[in-house]
Each structure stands twice: as structure tokens, then as C-alpha cells.
């Protein structure tokens, strides 16, 4: 998609600070961070959200989740405890409509979230 912003990311146009990236999938730090470890994991594939992104059904879902483990291991928050979440559609607050997972951690998350 020409005037997606995330994959203008993946493609290199838009700068961003990436902090982990896999064939598939590429994790990059939140430029509106809502937590001191705050990372979005996309797929490189466009897909509009988490639904579309499960119809796929080409094990790209779990790339995706293994890349946002592999993220949260990496920036020291795995065994504290992290948070991901994919927003579906303008009702559960996504304004990029490319499926996006964030990662959050590094302090207290409470429930329900919101």
C-alpha cells in the first residue's frame, strides 16, 4: 500500500528506531510511548488488522507473536511481565490500519486496561 505509514517503515522511506527485525516481521519503538518499554511489532506483509491478519493463515500471526516474545526479552521485561496488544478497528482505538502489536512493559499494567 502506497500511503500506508507502516510500510513505508518496512520499506525504508520513514525513519524508525527498529529494535528487532525477522524476515517476516519488524519491531520499533512507540513514538508516543504509553509505558518505558513500548515497541510495535509488524508483520512486513501489509494486513489492515489483527482479523485480517488471522484469515491469512500463513503462520505469519505467529511470527509476529514470537517476534513481540523475542522483543520483550530483549528489552528486560519478559520476566517481570509485558502486555500485547493489537488493536482491531477505529472502535478499539487503532489509527494505523496495519495490523500493529504493541508490546508494553516496565511497570505496573493494571486491569481492565483503558
Known amino acids: 500500500m502506497t500511503d500506508c505509514l507502516f510500510c513505508k517503515i518496512v520499506a525504508k522511506e520513514i525513519p524508525a528506531e527498529v529494535v528487532l527485525e525477522t524476515d517476516r516481521a519488524l519491531a520499533f519503538r ?14 512486513k506483509q501489509h494486513h489492515a488488522d489483527a482479523a485480517a491478519l488471522a484469515e491469512a493463515d500463513d503462520g505469519l500471526a ?7 516474545h ?7 521485561v519478559a520476566e517481570a511481565g509485558y ?17 500493529h502489536a504493541h508490546v508494553l512493559g516496565g511497570r505496573g499494567l493494571t486491569w481492565p486496561p483503558g
Open 30 to 43: 512507540d513514538i508516543n510511548p504509553q509505558a518505558p518499554t513500548h515497541v510495535l511489532v509488524i508483520p
Open 70 to 76: 523475542a522483543v520483550a526479552v530483549q528489552e528486560g
Open 83 to 99: 502486555r500485547v496488544v493489537f488493536n482491531t478497528g477505529p472502535g478499539a482505538g487503532q489509527t494505523v490500519f496495519h495490523v
Open 62 to 68: 505467529d511470527d509476529v507473536l514470537k517476534a513481540a
